[in-house]
DNA sequence: AGTTTTTCTTGTCATATGGCAAGTTTTATT
DNA sequence: AATAAAACTTGCCATATGACAAGAAAAACT
């Protein structure tokens, strides 16, 4: 375990101490997935989170009408992780699956606990991490009301613009609440100015 | 610290022991807030959560064209908290109001530190407590994008149907995302049916 | 009880976005 | 290289919802 390792950059900014870390990331398992395969599928229980390294990854969700919604996007070092399903121990609504070839460290719910237990600073980030989703998730949700689809286009280039540029147009259509067809018009005119 | 604690049945359900649950209830002070009040304003930091024993409360952001939108309604036996804010520890962008006079148990940010680090069961009910916001977040998020505004009005209705009582429209239009004018209609038409 | 303020309704018209279908371009596969 | 499949664009028209303004109803205040 050098100091070299992926998850060094993950875990660089907590307050754990240089053997905490090294506990923690030598837990880590690494493991590929191919493009277009899955990392959890609707209706299986989250046994397990990972970090990015390298690739593209969204999850999504098949509404009541059959409709594909994207509901995030993942890149470099972000976690994968469904928050409800992995800590209330239920089937999820989501699946999580692969846009590229994959590298990803993933760690175990079994092990998690107990470095959650275990280790203060570690369950200090682990609810950090959580809170940041929950708050990045509700500016999402305010964007969708307040916004418009082309302001919360704009809005996503500027914060995922390696997502932009290597997702298909009718991923991040779903993903802003619009259709393909919209989005397309809407790129257009932004190229047209 | 007797069973008819209003306290006991929030805390009913987790795997606290009777003493440990004696021991976190105790830690809470009883408060009272006049209608329109502020528990929390935007740019300050949460050093406080809540329990509500009576009334009704909102959470609510001004947007960038000075707009007010409700984010969320808190009634009997929520919890109020601005996740974000609280524990991250960051001036928040949220307002929460009360909409009635309200009755609620109010703990410090230190002494929730001191309870959450301390009792074990205490966390995984605080996690658990996280994890669940999130997950209604997210539906609220995806029904914005999947359903029909009447859709996401009637899902209200069955789901916090005192809340739609006693609230006033135009904070339920907003958190559904449309005009106070487009709910009054939607209403019209949900009653000629 | 009377007055003011807030809340809710309704009309007219405007606009953002959707639905569908036909092309075109790009990417994947053999 | 040829073919098939997927991704993207564009046109036409439909529709959900918004903007604004005027009334009506209800609630708050003196």
């Keep these: 375990m050098t100091e070299q390792h992926f998850l060094n950059n993950v ?26 395969s899955f990392l959890l599928e609707e209706g299986k229980t989250a046994n397990h989170y990972w970090f990015i390294q390298s690739g593209f990854i969204r ?45 990803c460290w993933q760690l175990d719910f079994e092990t998690f606990q107990e470095l959650f237990h275990s280790i203060r600073n570690f369950r200090e980030q682990g609810r950090t991490t959580l809170v940041s989703s929950y708050f990045a998730l509700k500016r999402h949700s305010i964007s969708m009301i307040a916004d ?32 393909d067809t919209s989005l397309s018009r809407i790129r257009k005119e932004i190229a047209s100015e």
């Design 59 to 103: 999850s999504y969700v098949i509404d009541t009408e059959g409709n594909d919604i994207t509901t995030n996007f993942f890149s470099v070092g972000d976690i994968v992780i469904d928050w409800p399903s992995f800590f209330l121990r239920n089937p999820t609504r989501e699946n999580i699956q692969a846009l590229s070839d994959c590298v």
């Design 11 to 36: 875990f660089g900014k907590t307050d754990m101490t240089k053997k905490e870390k090294e506990i923690a990331i030598s837990k880590f398992k690494q493991l590929t997935f191919e493009k277009n």
């Design 148 to 179: 418009q689809a082309k302001d919360r286009y704009l809005r996503l280039v500027k914060e995922k613009p390696h997502v932009v540029q290597n997702v298909s147009l009718k991923h991040i259509a779903t993903f802003l609440g619009i259709t």
